[in-house]
């Protein structure tokens, strides 16, 4: 089993939907997790962080983290193209986003 | 102004060859950080390095042999390059260890893609 595991996708949703990104992680030990947005041929950039239980949102984006079940979301609302991207969820058992696990990412297209 | 920069952008090179790949960032960060991407899209860390020192070394070949001559540059060395190695390379920088209360965020640079053959 992988430390941590995302759909792969890919996940289609149209313009102006709601994207729902999903993932689990194994490590019962893990306190921080974060979503980083990778567009194709580009690297990855650190969208959002969560280390609580509960939701944290930032503009159209809203990460959700349930540590009881291991798992954590982002929801990306009023979806653009501009959104269509491979999304990679990381946990870490510090602080440290350096320190995380990936996941094999999400890929994401919003269709105009 | 490119924030963190990597070179070269593409490496080409026959297997047993040594490379490096070089990483500079202008942002006066204290924490470097070198990831490695699969065809499959894994991201790993590899290193980081805080103000010149060592803090994370994850389970690599010692084949992979990172320096930082000083705070704002960290480079990779690959000795006896293997077709595995091939991948892309993202060398990172952060004020302090990203993530975290403060949320400190890490910057990748462009990344440098390897094939080995």
């Known amino acids: 089993q992988k430390e941590v595991e995302q759909n792969s996708g890919p996940l289609s949703v149209p313009e102006g939907a709601i994207a729902s990104l999903n993932c689990t992680y194994s490590?019962?030990?893990?306190?921080?997790f974060f979503w980083y947005r990778q567009y194709s041929g580009k690297s990855p950039e650190l969208i959002m962080s969560?280390?609580?239980?509960g939701d944290k949102e930032d503009g159209r984006f809203t990460a959700q983290l349930n540590k009881a079940s291991q798992y954590v979301s982002l929801l990306i609302r009023d979806s653009q193209p501009s959104d269509s991207a491979t999304y990679l969820c990381?946990?870490?058992?510090?602080?440290?986003?350096?320190?995380?696990?990936f996941g094999d990412g999400t890929t994401l297209t919003v269709k105009p | 102004d490119t924030a963190v920069s990597q070179t070269p952008k593409y490496l080409v090179t026959q297997m047993g060859n040594d490379k490096s790949i070089k990483c500079e960032q202008n942002?006066?960060?204290?924490?470097m950080y070198w990831y490695k991407q699969d065809s499959k899209k894994f991201l790993k860390i590899m290193f980081s390095?805080?103000?010149?020192?060592?803090?994370i070394n994850e389970t690599v070949p010692n084949r992979f042999s990172p320096k930082s001559p000083d705070k704002a540059h960290l480079n990779l060395h690959i000795n006896s390059l293997e077709l595995g190695d091939s991948a892309v390379y993202f060398c990172?920088?952060?004020?302090?260890?990203?993530?975290?209360?403060?949320?400190?965020?890490?910057?990748f640079g462009p990344g440098t893609r390897l094939l080995v053959l």
């Open positions: 990381a946990a870490a058992r510090g602080a440290n986003a350096g320190k995380s696990t």
């Open positions: 990172a920088s952060s004020q302090n260890l990203a993530g975290g209360p403060r949320g400190e965020t890490q910057y």
């Open positions: 969560i280390y609580s239980n």
């Open positions: 490590d019962r030990v893990s306190q921080s």
């Open positions: 942002l006066g960060h204290d924490t």
């Open positions: 390095y805080n103000n010149k020192e060592l803090i």
